[in-house]
């Protein structure tokens, strides 16, 4: 989110994105996506639970729905 103040006018405007919504990316996107953390960024995720986080993903899970 964000808040912006204009001293000038003293209004406030007040912004946020919608947490936990995710764009609507496809299957391989988020399997790219999650064997990319687990090389990159040294992720501990066994091969076996990486089709199952990228579906999850897909799913568009989040606290903002």
Known sequence: ???LYD???RTLLLARDRLGVKPGKPL???KAEV???KKVYGAPIPD???DPIAQYLTREY???K
Do not use: H, L, N, S
């Open 35 to 37: 064997e990319k953390m």
């Open 28 to 30: 391989a996107f988020w």
């Open 48 to 50: 076996d639970q990486i």
């Open 7 to 9: 001293e000038r006018k």
């Open 62 to 64: 989040g606290d903002g």
């Open 1 to 3: 989110g964000i808040a």
